[in-house]
Nanobody, 124 residues
């Protein structure tokens, strides 16, 4: 499975960005797709996840109510709409895929495939 992220950039605090992840080379019907982020000097952390089969979503507490994850069956893409961005949201954002649904969606070891990452910078 190949994952290619896009949509990162520089935005002012309070602004919005939409990240996209295009998936190819695998069957996603039973997959879990996740977004993680990693700020300089910090560990990679869970942001959001979506189950492809039923669109069930889960979010980290730090982004709940501000971010929304969604998927498009026709384009095999997963998106992350980020609103009310804060400087602490600054990080490299990674798309991840587990072809089979696993319960620990918040953990990096759940995912077998990763994108190259896209940088999001939020200025104050």
């Amino acid at each position: 499975v190949q994952l290619v992220e896009s949509g990162g950039g520089l935005v002012q605090a309070g602004g919005s960005l939409r990240l996209s992840c295009a998936a190819s080379g695998g069957t996603l019907s039973e997959s879990v797709m996740g977004w993680f982020r990693q700020a300089p000097g910090r560990e990679r952390e869970f942001v959001a996840a979506i189950a492809w089969s039923n669109s069930n979503t889960n979010y980290a507490d730090s982004v709940k109510g501000r971010f929304a994850i969604s998927r498009d069956n026709t384009k095999n893409t997963v998106s992350l709409q980020m609103n009310s961005l804060k400087p602490e949201d600054t990080a490299v954002y990674y798309c991840a895929c587990s072809l089979y649904h696993r319960p620990r969606y918040w953990h990096t070891t759940t995912y077998d495939y990763w994108g190259q990452g896209t940088l999001v910078t939020v200025s104050s």
